[in-house]
């Protein structure tokens, strides 16, 4: 019984968080037309950093210095959301966002066989079976070869194989590392990076208070959508959380609706149904073996 509160525990974290990274996501998307997406990249994490870091002072997550090991981990899951971070951003406010959220709905499966492969984890059948159906959906958003896959798509793409890597080191972490204190790390490599590259560029412009606001907001967002994140990856098993990030399809969809005026077309509505539908299926599944176990 533990381990199917585990795998619930994570699949809850995991929508959550998803909903808080798609709600960043149209901040960002919405902000980052009127100045450089690396200026808005580091206004926005120097917020985060500042949240993060009180937050895990309070808790006490600075008391406890990680191991080597440890150490090592959350310098390379810091690179890879630094990879994916640049990279998907890019995208973002290239492409419509429900487009660039479908691409990276693939991350189920790239994260469950990857755990398959690298952890030796189990991978039941059904598992298997709805992260393929919503992959199915996922391509009948995207349509590969209409104007709905460009090249930025590519680098979505990336961005998908930088967040792989990302959860499997997140996942190997030790219990006694808080996940505060990753987010914390995470946020002030990528604050610090963006900073240097918008200095390179020179590209800054002044902010307005609504600007300042936005990016202050989708800080909390990011806040939120890292700790869960991170969390969600280290409990319960890694293939029956990951397809609960397709609950990623329903925000993007709505907000892209409500803030960008992007209505879907039927194409579009009937991935969204096949991906809810796979996420649907793998918890009443997940829940009819946990009875007969």
């Excluded at 810091?78 to 973002?92: D, K, P, Q, R």
């Excluded at 419509?96 to 690298?118: D, K």
Aim: proline share 2%; with cysteine.
């Amino acid at each position: 019984m533990r381990v199917v509160s585990d795998n619930m525990r994570g699949a809850g974290l995991m929508a959550l968080g998803m909903a808080a990274f798609t709600l960043n996501d149209s901040l960002m998307k919405f902000v980052g037309t009127d100045f450089d997406l690396f200026q808005a990249i580091f206004v926005r994490g120097v917020f985060a950093t500042v949240l993060i870091g009180l937050l895990a002072w309070r808790a006490g997550s600075f008391a406890r210095r990680p191991h080597k090991r440890d150490s090592g981990l959350i310098a390379l899951r810091s690179v890879a959301e630094l990879g994916a971070t640049f990279c998907f951003l890019t995208a973002l406010v290239n492409m419509p966002l429900a487009n660039v959220t479908a691409i990276l709905q693939t991350l189920p499966l790239t994260v469950a066989l990857a755990a398959f492969f690298v952890y030796g984890e189990r991978f039941r059948w059904h598992r298997g079976i709805a992260i393929l159906i919503g992959l199915v959906g996922v391509l009948f958003i995207v349509r590969p070869g209409t104007s709905g896959f460009n090249n930025y798509s590519v680098l979505a793409l990336v961005a998908v194989l930088f967040v792989t890597l990302r959860d499997l080191t997140a996942r190997n972490l030790s219990r006694s590392v808080s996940s505060m204190l990753v987010a914390f790390i995470t946020s002030l490599v990528i604050t610090t990076a963006a900073g240097l590259v918008s200095v390179w560029l020179n590209r800054w412009t002044a902010l307005n208070l609504s600007q300042t606001g936005f990016l202050a907001l989708a800080a909390v967002f990011i806040f939120v959508g890292y700790y869960c994140a991170i969390a969600a990856m280290r409990v319960g098993d890694v293939s029956f959380v990951a397809p609960f990030r397709y609950t990623a399809m329903i925000w993007a969809i709505l907000l892209g609706v409500v803030v960008f005026h992007d209505i879907p077309d039927q194409w579009t509505a009937l991935g969204m149904a096949v991906i809810a539908g796979a996420g649907l299926y793998t918890w009443l599944r997940e829940r009819k073996v946990a009875a007969e176990g």
